[in-house]
């Protein structure tokens, strides 16, 4: 799979600019310092990098680099919009984006965990076609049958195991189930419990961020699990987004327990146990959703466009983190 010229162009402001070594740039990216050392040639060869990275990659490596040392994530990546440019338009770009991100970080053997989203869904659907059979691919949050197959999990599940030549592990059981009781008969299943199982052995995981405010743009809201009546008293609570299916505040702490106990989903000290947990999300709006998700360590790596990385940069300065370097993961 070819590797994208922002990519090559982060290797290149890393190595010629900030000067770390092979070594500390694969440790940032998850790659072999030898994968590094051929990455850094190919950003030559091809021109990305000459005396300085060429524009208009500029911007966009520049607003990683802030996120990178302001919120204290392993990685980003910054798709560079105009203020003028569509909200589809930007969607779909940063989908693209973040199928070449995921595909570049695949390696042999790993277990790759999914959520379910819009966002999540045009990722995979501009995935490439590749022969992986030593990969694992494992549904992360119950599913709904109320949605349509650009948003359902097992249907994003499938999708992805079927680019990457593999069968899926499917969670099979609802996202959201009337009671705690429920959900305990549910987790006690045989097959339910091995899914469990292999959320410890994530190597990578994929999730879309819904916001709650200042608009609504949820998978979760629009999977008809929440009442309205529930959705406006989390609202009230201080929620401001979900992930991995679960409401979050502004610090990135779960809203609502008694709701909490009914969503069948990877664990919050699972997700904290992935070593690439990958939030993906467009539009500017999501900016306090995004940057929650990061506070409560849901999220680790952020794929997003330029618009909605400046206002995360101006949440996170409003809280006092700008320049920090050492955000607290808030326990969920």
Same mark, same amino acid.
């Given at each position: ?94 989908? +693209?984006?973040?199928?070449?991100? &995921?595909? @570049? $970080?695949?390696?042999?053997?790993? #277990?790759? =965990?999914?959520?379910?989203? /819009? !966002? ?86 994929? +999730?879309?961020?819904?916001?709650? &405010?200042? @608009? $609504?743009?949820?998978?979760?809201? #629009?999977? =008809?699990?929440?009442?309205? /009546? !529930? ?102």
């Amino acid at each position: 799979m070819p590797v994208s010229p922002e990519l090559l162009a982060k290797i290149g402001h890393y190595y010629y600019l900030e000067q770390l070594t092979m070594a500390e740039i694969g440790k940032r990216l998850g790659f072999s310092r030898h994968k590094v050392g051929r990455l850094v040639k190919e950003a030559v060869d091809t021109g990305i990098v000459k005396i300085e990275i060429q524009a208009p990659l500029v911007k966009g490596v520049q607003l990683e680099q802030r996120l990178e040392s302001t919120i204290n994530i392993k990685t980003s990546v910054v798709v560079d919009v105009g203020d003028e440019t569509d909200d589809e338009e930007i969607k779909q770009s940063v989908c +693209v984006a973040g199928a070449n991100f &995921v595909g @570049e $970080r695949i390696n042999k053997g790993d #277990t790759i =965990g999914i959520g379910w989203g /819009s !966002t999540t869904y045009g990722l995979v659907d501009r995935f490439s076609h590749r022969e992986m059979p030593d990969v694992t691919v494992v549904q992360v949050t119950g599913g709904n049958k109320h949605l349509s197959s650009q948003f359902d999990c097992q249907d994003v599940t499938r999708r992805l195991a079927e680019k990457l030549s593999v069968d899926p592990v499917l969670l099979h059981a609802p996202a959201v189930v009337d009671s705690k009781e429920v959900r305990n008969v549910f987790r006690e299943q045989s097959s339910i419990a091995s899914t469990f199982a292999l959320f410890d052995q994530l190597d990578l995981a994929v +999730v879309g961020i819904g916001s709650l &405010v200042p @608009e $609504r743009s949820s998978t979760l809201l #629009t999977s =008809g699990y929440i009442p309205e /009546s !529930t959705i406006s008293a989390i609202i009230s609570a201080g929620a401001v987004g979900d992930v991995f299916s679960y409401f979050i505040d502004g610090d990135g702490r779960i809203v609502d327990a008694e709701l909490h106990d009914r969503i069948i989903a990877i664990e919050t000290d699972q997700l904290r146990g992935v070593g690439s947990s990958i939030g993906i999300a467009s539009g500017a709006t999501k900016a306090k959703a995004v940057l929650a998700a990061v506070l409560g360590g849901f999220v680790n790596i952020l794929i997003i466009d330029s618009l909605l990385a400046e206002e995360v940069l101006r949440e996170a300065d409003l809280k006092g983190l700008v320049n920090n370097g050492d955000v607290v993961i808030n326990p969920a």
